[in-house]
């Protein structure tokens, strides 16, 4: 079966700190995959997309980086947090070719 | 600029009725539009999505009317049920792979029993 995890999910950070945010996942290979960000109630911004180990595109920039060092990994991190970086962060693939991105279950931050 | 706009972020309707999400676009190279829905505490999962070469896609009580010359589509909710209440996401791209897809900013479903 294809499936996709995010790690951790739910992290409470301070102001400063590093972060990393992983996303797997199993049962098809070379997928694309996204990072989005979403703030309490609101829209979802994609941040990262990535079509092949070690290649990432950067779609909007929040002092944030992206990795992908595995075909079925892909990394958020940040050497510093900000009090902007609270929210949700969700992982996306694509399943089938031609179709929309599917979600994993997000990770939670909260920056304190 | 929003370049996907709902225009309701709250809609309520009694169990039984039919909702409809309006949701218009700016980019005329917009060409795929996949409609989300998101609980709370979730991620979005994926509900049904339309290419522009169609004017309509139905997925059981789901259905999206897609109107190419004046930029706009809807989803239309058949029968809804309390179970259906949440945020509703229209999102649009250029092509259908994922990149650079734009989401609007949601609309937040209630169905009252």
């Known amino acids: 079966a294809q499936t996709i995890h995010q790690w951790p999910v739910a992290e409470i950070k301070a102001v400063g700190s590093p972060l990393s945010l992983g996303c797997t996942i199993k049962?098809?290979?070379?997928?694309?995959l996204y990072w989005y960000w979403q703030a309490t109630g609101g829209t979802l911004q994609q941040l990262f997309y990535s079509i092949t180990v070690g290649q990432v595109e950067s779609v909007v920039q929040l002092n944030l980086s992206a990795s992908r060092p595995k075909d079925d990994q892909f990394i958020l991190s940040t050497e510093k947090l900000l009090l902007s970086h609270s929210g949700f962060y969700l992982c996306?693939?694509?399943?089938?070719?031609?179709?929309?991105?599917?979600f994993g279950e997000g990770t939670r931050l909260s920056v304190l | 600029q929003q370049q996907v706009r709902q225009s309701s972020q709250s809609l309520t309707v009694w169990e039984g009725e039919t909702a409809i999400l309006n949701c218009s676009y700016e980019n005329s190279a917009f060409d795929y539009f996949p409609w989300y829905q998101q609980f709370p505490g979730e991620g979005p999962a994926l509900l049904i999505a339309i290419r522009s070469v169609s004017d309509k896609k139905e997925d059981g009580r789901f259905t999206i009317f897609f109107n190419k010359r004046e930029k706009n589509l809807s989803l239309h909710i058949k029968d809804s049920q309390p179970g259906d209440s949440a945020t509703y996401f229209c999102?649009?791209?250029?092509?259908?792979?994922?990149?650079?897809?734009?989401f609007g900013i949601g609309t937040l479903l209630s169905v009252k029993p």
């Open positions: 996306a693939w694509v399943k089938l070719n031609n179709q929309a991105p599917l």
């Open positions: 999102a649009a791209s250029e092509g259908s792979s994922g990149n650079k897809l734009i």
């Open positions: 049962g098809k290979s070379s997928p694309n």
